[in-house]
């Protein structure tokens, strides 16, 4: 991102050409794509979260960005008016870019934990369309006009807790959105679920588990052996006739 910027400068100002052969491109780190939890990993983690509610927040923000692929700054920034329970739907308001501006359905799981995060918020007295689900607390001082900054402490002791060391609450997304391309859905779905620009962006997600790669070529294999056995059966039909 750096040399992008100066780069941009630099063509700007007719310099770049003299120097860009001089330029190495560091590789990009492969610890940074993220990680897919497995089906075990995702219920001890959400088990786990619900053993403590000390952690009811992070719980039901953990199960929001399962099962939409939000990310930790989407769901933070979700306020009352984002939130149609009824027609089951949840609207995006704030993103990297305006790509990311979307409104996505709610599955049931993600219906109930926004739900406590309401019912939660009306025990409060919160009740303005804008205030925050997940609202401001500092020294025991609720602002519910200010979105939640951040919820380390309790991530951390809840991954430590659960067995899950060095996850992060973005490795949901990962998840979830690694499992949209493991059920064949389209690529223009996954994306607009997801919030994706490019191809490459989706790439950089989805990269589909091994298991699910193997499922795959197993049913190529599969299938041509029921060709080749339906074609054996064609061959002794005609040779009896």
């Given amino acids: 991102m750096d040399v992008g910027v100066l780069s941009r400068v630099l063509k700007f100002c007719g310099r770049w050409r003299v120097l860009k052969d001089q330029v190495h491109w560091l590789p990009e780190s492969e610890g940074l794509v993220g990680r897919a939890l497995t089906v075990d990993e995702q219920d001890r983690l959400f ?5 403590n509610p000390e952690w009811e ?42 790509h990311r501006l979307r409104v996505l359905p709610l599955m049931p799981a993600a219906v109930k934990a926004l739900g406590r995060m309401i019912e939660r918020l009306d025990q ?6 804008d205030h925050y689900l997940w609202f401001a607390c500092q020294w025991n001082r609720f602002d519910p006009t200010k979105p939640m900054s951040r919820w380390d402490t309790a991530w951390h002791a809840l991954r430590t807790k659960a067995d899950l060391p060095g996850l992060r609450f973005h490795d949901l997304r990962h998840t979830i959105i690694t499992e949209l391309a493991e059920t064949a859905a389209p690529e223009m779905v996954i994306q607009s679920i997801a919030g994706h620009v490019t191809k490459k962006m989706l790439d950089r997600y989805s990269h589909v588990r091994l298991e699910a790669k193997r499922k795959a070529l197993e049913a190529v294999e599969e299938s041509r052996e029921e060709k080749r056995q339906h074609q054996n059966r064609q061959s002794d039909s005609e040779r009896v006739q």
């Fill in 47 to 51: 088990k786990t979260a619900q053993s």
């Fill in 57 to 98: 927040h992070v719980y039901c923000a953990a199960v929001v960005a399962a099962h939409t692929s939000l990310c930790s700054v989407e769901v933070r920034r979700l306020r009352r008016r984002d939130v149609d329970l009824f027609e089951q739907k949840v609207s995006v308001p704030y993103g990297k870019n305006k």
């Fill in 124 to 129: 409060l007295g919160f009740t303005s369309p």
